[in-house]
DNA sequence: ATTATTGTTGGTAG
DNA sequence: TCTACCAACAATAA
């Protein structure tokens, strides 16, 4: 379900349920493909009786730090959930989480933790109906962490560094290499379309054309998104209905300048974009001051 | 029946 | 070693 705000409130959802500071008392899973690549008895033989010290994240990756200091690595894929067995499911940003649609879901269950916590118990129920979603198992920090690239929530980003690493990337369209999660760890074809959007930058732009100017409107405008998307999480009518701007809008006018949104292909991902107020880098900065003049500016 | 979907990975080529 | 491209993975929903 997950790109980086979904996934960041999946994990303030845990934390709300009680997992950190609880222990697995029983874990059971029959699923060899998201538990690989160790067998679904390993999994579950070496994760029972363990506490949870903490759950962190970073991209799109959560981890869990156990109390004997080895780590639950956990990625949601593309339709991984976690639910509540008590009480609601972690909020999707696309789709309602009813009652109706929790029990749809519930037909995928691939994990199952029972924990308890202080005395209390609780189930917490892994659900991924295309199992694109990994556990993973670890004394160390696995390689797939490791090489992540700095979250921009927690770690901020470093407008100079991005210009940096994106000038090596001569054929790369700019929205394509803002996906690559070793440039911005979490970004994800969500949040790079309505980054892209709010920066008035042309998607199809090369990434190496991006200049330190536009850098820093490109950053403000992911801290603008990625907020954005996770106070909707947050709110109680999420789900309800798309909550992104330009995201799934093909053939919608566009809130700014209401041209209507296209929807070209880019690195085999589809993009929605806004054709007459999003500019190629390089010009982005004349236009938006050309475009805001007489405006209040953000 | 066809097309599209919020993500990663492993192979290949340059 | 780095960049770039693509098929594959699985299960729907329109």
Request: glycine residues 8%; proline residues 4%.
């Amino acid at each position: 379900m997950p790109e980086l705000p979904e996934v960041e409130h999946t994990r303030r959802s845990l934390e709300r349920w009680g997992m950190v500071g609880a222990t697995f008392e029983r874990v059971r899973t029959n699923d060899a493909r998201i538990v690989r690549p160790m067998t679904p008895g390993t999994f579950v033989r070496r994760l029972t009786k363990k506490t949870i010290a903490s759950i962190d994240r970073k991209g799109k990756w959560l981890r869990f730090i156990l109390d004997d200091g080895t780590k639950l690595f956990v990625h949601l894929g593309m339709t991984g959930w976690f639910f509540d067995a008590t009480g609601g499911a972690v909020n999707h940003p696309l789709q309602s989480a009813s009652a109706s649609m929790k029990s749809d879901l519930l037909r995928f269950e691939r994990v199952r933790f029972d924990i308890i916590h202080e005395r209390i118990r609780n189930t917490v129920i892994y659900v991924d109906p295309r199992r694109w979603g990994r556990m993973i198992l670890s004394k160390d920090d696995i390689d797939a962490w490791t090489e992540l690239g700095p979250d921009p929530l927690t770690d901020g980003i470093d407008v100079e560094r991005l210009v940096q690493v994106l000038t090596r990337r001569k054929k790369q369209s700019i929205k394509e290499a803002l996906m690559d999660q070793t440039v911005l760890a979490g970004v994800g074809n969500i949040q790079a379309i309505e980054a892209l959007w709010k920066a008035e930058i042309d998607p199809r732009s090369r990434a190496s054309a991006l200049t330190s100017d536009e850098a820093r409107v490109l950053a403000r405008a992911f801290e603008w998104t990625i907020r954005r998307t996770l106070r909707d999480l947050a709110s109680d009518h999420a789900g309800a209905a798309n909550p992104f701007l330009v995201y799934g809008r093909k053939g919608e006018a566009c809130p700014r300048c209401h041209a209507t949104f296209e929807r070209i292909e880019l690195g085999g991902r589809s993009t929605t974009f806004c054709p007459r107020c999003q500019r190629p880098l390089g010009s982005v900065l004349q236009h938006a001051r050309s475009t805001t003049a007489g405006f209040v500016r953000d």
